[in-house]
């Protein structure tokens, strides 16, 4: 007789939980309805974009075609933030439907469902290279696949005016296609190396982390010095989870707090690695950003969810007007010689 009641009443609250998923898909469905029309949108326009940005850099461009450009750039700018903002939602909306199934499947098979919580860890990790293939594919898109087709129209171009022996204006032309062509190679070998950093496998941690703050110095949108001492060698796995997130850190701050001036501290204290990001930029209220972001900062939960990962202390303190600081401490019991 037990058991009926507890099924009976076990059934009503999986028959609820279900109920709140199918809401939830109606709004990811919503979500997705102005998601794909709107990165379709963004596509085309770069694609004009880049057949008037060779149009713009020909002696007799005027001023219409210059001012369709900068117009075009203005709502790539617009269309990418909106884009930006419905995916976190959809991957907002995706993980709580992935969690509330889970507990629709604890309530009608408690007796061999696997611990909900080994299965939200995996659907983070999941998540997690997702994410991670998504950032690639825009780095991709935005990066060298932009410079190759920029460089497709100006080589038609040049077709066009060796037919017509223009040879004054296809010089100018096949230059500045050199040169951007020079800028296309180094977005490509800046990519690979963001992939896996040779630096961390051939020199260690501390020397990745100078390369990684002398790049983004270099960059110009932020200032940055690393300083420290020689860090041991840990684990693989430890040492990528630690230079993403100094290298996430660095993103936000270029993203966040452009001219912000940024120290990067690496040491061995007491038996653990610190790392500690560090920048003077504006800083924010991290209650005010839980609460508009539904607690979950991206950036911020990407961080922490890879220090966790490998057993790794997070914690950031910031506040509007002060700057913001990330401490990532690793215990390193474990570390190789």
Known sequence: MTDTVSAKYQNQAAAIVNEQVTRLRIVLAEVQQRLTPATLDLRQIARTIDELSVRSSRS??????????RQLQERQHA???EVDELQKAARSIEQLIR????????????????????????????????????????????????????????????????????????????????DGSRSGLHEVRRFIADLRPPTLDHQGLDAAL?????????????????????????????????????????????????????AVHHAVHKGQVIVLIRDDGPGFDPRTVAARTKGKHWGLASMRERAELVGAQFAVTSSAGHGTEIRVTLQIEGARD
């Not at 007799?60 to 450009?69: F, G, K, P, W, Y």
């Not at 499947?105 to 997702?130: F, S, V, Y």
């Open 60 to 69: 007799d461009a005027n001023a219409i075609v210059v001012r369709q450009l």
């Open 79 to 81: 269309l990418e933030l």
């Open 99 to 178: 969690q509330t199934e889970m507990s629709s499947t604890t309530l009608q098979d408690d007796a061999t469902q696997t611990d909900p919580w080994e299965l939200a860890l995996k659907a983070q990790i999941i998540q997690g290279r997702e994410d991670e293939r998504t950032r690639l594919a825009r780095e991709v898109h935005d990066g060298p696949a932009q410079v190759l087709a920029h460089v497709l129209l100006g080589l038609e171009h040049s077709l066009t005016l060796a037919q017509q022996r223009n040879y004054d204006r296809l010089h100018d032309l096949l230059c500045h296609l050199r």
């Open 210 to 262: 100078n390369e990684l703050c002398s790049r983004f110095d270099s960059g110009g949108a932020i200032h940055v010095r690393c300083e420290g001492t020689a860090l041991p060698h840990l684990a693989a796995e430890q040492e990528i989870v630690l230079y993403r997130i100094a290298q996430e850190a660095l993103n936000n701050v270029a993203k966040h707090a452009r001219g912000a001036h940024v």
